[in-house]
């Protein structure tokens, strides 16, 4: 047999005798390095300074940037880009107007302060109105006049005619792009109920005009948009966060940006900016938003000193789950679901005898509200009402409400096919924004000219005012 013999007790010693030896060397010998280079430093302060050579990494294709020697940015480098067109924001408004410049041959660069899959249009659950007609007969019309109606008649209505006259062909594109909507039998697209929409302006009773990803319908539309967009040669300048507009003579000639990794000032000019940053949601304490939606666009846009409009048109959603504010989709109520109050009385059916739980958000909100003050809320505190859920088949929740199943269990402990869940009305969307014209361009206004644009600022998605919402979103 073998033993293993390790070091003896003199060994180990000399061992470390010699190690402490040659720690002692290394560091007299990083000394004298420091010193000789004190000594250096002290010597010849000018020449070091003239010499010295900044280098930042730029993310992207980005080959022609170049930093700035002018004396303002010799200490702190400004690097330059020069494009056709500049996005700001990569959420569903920005990577279609990214893609779209692109396809049409405009240098593209698209800023995001996140990547563009983690934008706040994943977290739509809903769906997107478009008069298909696969459920009923629909037409354009009768959409337009429910968004008008919808809107407290306080929406532009060019801008609503559009909307409403291009949606079935925007969805069908979706659908070519790879968008996987839920589907009825015969293969066609599927419908559901949404809140304010119906047919012959009004008279022919519930549209089921909601195309819909079951209850993730922006996350699939984000991922989408963003797949179809690497088709494209557009720059994306990932986690950089846009400061402001620069502006010249009344037009608007760029944005500076922060690249947020190492802290490089980047001065992009372009012919054209269009803004799609998103809403400023988390103004409020609890919304249905994400901690990115700070509205940083509206602020811009304010700091350039030009108009922002109608800021006090917020729309609270009827179904946030109570205590943390997570989203229901109205959908939920679309397929089936309804409101209670501690009574168990469905008490939409008193403040919108037709519509009822599918009235517009601002009705509906403004009911549960009523219910609460008047101390018909449920709970210890009488300060939220229910959505009930468990009436409806498990397959039907399987299927088409998967994604708020799993949230009511989340955030609010709580079973959809045994229990209701607790909601409260909750902030969910701004209305208003930068006011822009129906074809995104920004406006300003005076009372010398009336309405002007703004050359070569453009505003998309929910940081712009076009308006086709007016006071309430559907």
């Not at 179904?319 to 009574?343: P, Q």
């Not at 607790?422 to 009336?450: A, C, F, W």
Request: a neutral charge; charged letters at 20%.
């Amino acid at each position: 047999s073998f033993h293993a013999v390790g070091p003896t007790k003199s060994t180990r010693a000399v061992w470390r005798r010699s190690n402490t030896m040659a720690s002692l060397a290394s560091l007299s010998a990083k000394i004298a390095q420091k010193a000789g280079l004190k000594a250096l430093l002290g010597s010849a302060p000018k020449c070091l300074a003239a010499k010295r050579d900044f280098h930042f990494r730029i993310h992207g294709r980005n080959t022609d940037s170049k930093v700035s020697n002018a004396m303002v940015s010799r200490d702190y480098p400004v690097v330059d880009h020069q494009y056709d067109a500049v996005v700001v924001g990569a959420g569903g408004a920005g990577l279609r107007a990214a893609f779209g410049l692109a396809e049409e041959g405009f240098k593209t660069a698209c800023i995001t302060k996140l990547f563009p899959t983690r934008s706040h249009t994943v977290a739509a659950q809903g769906g997107i109105n478009a008069a298909l007609g696969h459920m009923e007969e629909d037409d354009w019309r009768w959409h337009f006049y429910d968004t008008v109606k919808g809107s407290d008649w306080l929406g532009d209505q060019d801008a609503i005619h559009y909307m409403c006259e291009e949606a079935p062909k925007a969805v069908i594109e979706l659908e070519n792009y790879g968008m996987p909507f839920s589907r009825l039998e015969n293969g066609k697209i599927y419908q559901r109920a949404f809140g304010g929409q119906s047919l012959k302006y009004g008279k022919g009773g519930q549209a089921h005009r909601c195309c819909a990803v079951a209850d993730r319908t922006g996350h699939s539309l984000l991922h989408t948009l963003y797949g179809r967009s690497l088709k494209y040669d557009t720059n994306y300048f990932i986690e950089y966060f846009a400061l402001d507009l620069i502006m010249e003579d009344g037009e608007c000639r760029g944005v500076i940006a922060l690249c947020m990794e190492d802290g490089s000032i980047h001065r992009f000019r372009s012919k054209n900016t269009i803004l799609a940053t998103g809403g400023y949601g988390r103004a409020y304490f609890s919304c249905t938003s994400a901690h990115t939606c700070t509205g940083d666009g509206t602020a811009m846009v304010n700091r350039a000193g030009l108009p922002n409009e109608d800021m006090e048109f917020v729309q609270f959603h009827p179904t946030g789950v109570y205590g943390a504010g997570c989203l229901i989709t109205e959908g939920s109520r679309g397929e089936g679901g309804f409101l209670v109050n501690s009574e168990g009385e469905r008490y939409m059916e008193r403040y919108a005898p037709n519509a009822k739980d599918l009235a517009s958000r601002d009705v509906v909100s403004r009911a549960s509200t009523i219910e609460i003050r008047e101390g018909r809320g449920v709970g210890d505190d009488k300060d939220h009402v229910f959505l009930q859920l468990h009436h409806l088949p498990p397959e039907v929740l399987k299927t088409r409400l998967p994604g708020i199943s799993e949230t009511a269990m989340i955030f609010a402990g709580v079973d959809v096919t045994q229990d209701p869940i607790p909601v409260l009305p909750t902030v969910h969307y701004n209305m208003g924004g930068t006011p822009t014209n129906y074809r995104g361009q920004v406006i300003t206004y005076s009372e010398e000219k009336g309405d002007e644009v703004i050359p070569g600022l453009y505003a998309c998605g929910e940081t712009a005012c076009a308006s086709v919402h007016g006071a309430n979103r559907l």
